[in-house]
């Protein structure tokens, strides 16, 4: 090979997606043009912060900056929830000492210390009915730690093992407890019809407990689109899997979520920070073999809020996760807040780059999903003959034309280390289609009028990008019909700039 011709590895975008949450540090055009430059595929919008006012001008913005990059992004809203959290406490905040007690409250009241005795509240009545004694309560993420001593009608009190200081409005968590608070608020259904009317991607849930939860939310949002009309039958959930009951029923979630999220924050202080790797590797393992996608995140590159570059233990975390197959990694605070947005994206990329180019000369196996509904029997035969020419010839591209996104979806769940070029005619499954691993989606404004047509662009296309040579060897998928043409589920192979 000539050895001024482009690396493949280094020329095409990474397989795996880099999901950027959206705050005040990347809130101008030109950070966020550069951010989808350095490699983000997926904007999270995080509705536990800034008014809706905001994140509408975050949205345009994006939508403008992926415009000038001429690339498909992908908009996923993320639910807040019903996140507990303490009632008022005055400036500057309680501390409590180990050994000593705290009483929470049902009504809310100004918090205050009697003696040994703090008095607190919390935005959730119904904690005092939900908890039993033995249980632990966790405040500010586990730094403050108490244990349930008593039950009381309107009050609860407890024992505190981990003393701090309390603020106002730290989170509260019950890792023990089965809570019957909504999962869905009036602010959350707020927040999903914005969502809607802004045309989001998909939206991400959080405090999920069971497949009750997600089924709720999707015939909210199928009803709503319903009303609106529209092509848009129903809009991607995320399941945010950050409770040990979510933990437990796993399987029932990945049956009825369109993907998942190892949101590691609160699932390390609900669970055992010493299971948390264990935990992630098992959810990365069962989505996989119900052919769901998995974002891992929280704290991926967190030195990188304040500083130049990440620990080494940072960036090893990011690669086990890509090791495991994660479809995406997400930044949180690196891109909302940290001082380096930009280059935090720039150093997943390349973080994910070089571990990407060693599976790429270890390849796996093909493993494909294990368990399928009976209507996807087709799609998994169908990926499972790609895979094999596609090995057999060397493939350097499937490229695949979708209506629905559903071919180009499955093929990314077969542990392929060969780029999927999806081409759809839907701008929205073009952005969706950024969830999934080692595709790359096009949106193609224009209908090709035959199969030939459509390879013939996209030959042109991908030698304009540099990524392809005259004569590198690919694999065409069709899994709906093209123009004129009405034969679906063809497949081909096709060498590159010999279709004209």
């Not at 795996?16 to 490699?39: F, H, N, R, Y």
């Not at 008022?88 to 409250?105: D, M």
């Not at 304009?464 to 679906?488: F, H, Y």
Request: glycine share 8%.
């Amino acid at each position: 090979m000539n050895s001024q011709a482009p690396r493949m590895i280094q020329e095409l975008p990474n397989r795996t997606k880099i999901v950027a949450t959206v705050g005040p540090a990347c809130s101008d055009l030109e950070t966020l043009t550069k951010l989808i430059e350095s490699g983000v595929s997926v904007f999270r919008l995080n509705f536990s912060h800034g008014d809706l006012e905001t994140q509408a001008k975050r949205v345009s913005l994006i939508r403008e900056a992926a415009t000038l990059v001429d690339r498909p992004i992908a908009l996923m809203g993320d639910l807040q929830g019903p996140k507990i959290r303490v009632g008022q406490v005055p400036s500057p905040g309680l501390e409590v000492r180990k050994g000593t007690n705290v009483i929470f409250h049902r009504e809310s009241l100004d918090a205050h210390a009697d003696g040994d005795v703090c008095h607190l509240s919390c935005t959730y009545q119904g904690l005092v009915d939900d908890v039993l004694p033995g249980q632990r309560l966790l405040v500010n993420d586990g730094a403050v730690r108490m244990l349930i001593l008593e039950k009381r009608s309107d009050e609860i009190e407890c024992s505190v093992t981990t003393g701090g200081l309390i603020t106002t409005g730290k989170g509260i968590n019950l890792p023990e407890s089965d809570l019957n608070v909504e999962v869905l608020g009036t602010r959350d259904w707020s927040h999903v019809d914005w969502a809607i009317e802004q045309e989001l991607d998909g939206l991400a849930m959080s405090f999920v407990r069971r497949a009750e939860d997600i089924i709720e939310l999707d015939e909210g949002i199928k009803s709503r689109l319903a009303s609106r009309g529209g092509k848009m039958s129903r809009l991607p959930i995320v399941a945010k899997i950050e409770l040990p009951k979510a933990v437990e029923n796993i399987v029932s979630i990945l049956k009825v979520a369109d993907a998942i999220m190892v949101a590691r924050g609160d699932l390390g202080v609900e669970l055992d920070l010493a299971r948390v790797p264990i935990v992630q590797k098992q959810l990365l393992q069962t989505a996989h073999d119900y052919g769901r996608p998995v974002i891992v995140a929280t704290q991926m590159l967190e030195t990188m809020i304040h500083a130049p570059i990440p620990t080494r233990a940072e960036a090893t975390d990011v690669a086990c996760a890509i090791v495991d197959e994660t479809d995406a990694t997400m930044l949180s605070g690196e891109t909302a807040v940290g001082e380096y947005p930009v280059l935090a994206v720039e150093t997943m990329r390349r973080i994910t780059q070089h571990t990407e180019e060693y599976l790429e000369q270890h390849p796996a196996p093909e493993t494909p999903p294990l368990y399928l509904p009976e209507s996807d029997f087709w799609t998994a035969a169908l990926a499972h003959g790609v895979w094999t020419i596609a090995t057999d010839i060397q493939a350097k591209f499937i490229i695949v034309w979708t209506r629905k996104g559903h071919g180009a979806r499955f093929l990314s769940q077969n542990t392929f280390h060969v780029p999927i070029i999806a081409a759809t005619p839907e701008a929205h499954v073009a952005r969706q289609l950024q969830f999934f691993r080692g595709v790359i989606p096009i949106h193609c404004a224009e209908e090709p009028d035959s199969l030939g047509d459509l390879a013939r662009w996209i030959d042109d296309w991908l030698i304009e990008k540099g990524w392809a040579q005259e004569g590198d060897s690919s694999v065409l998928v069709t899994g709906g019909s093209i123009g004129r043409d009405t034969t679906p589920n063809r497949l081909a192979i096709h060498a590159i700039g010999q279709s004209h």
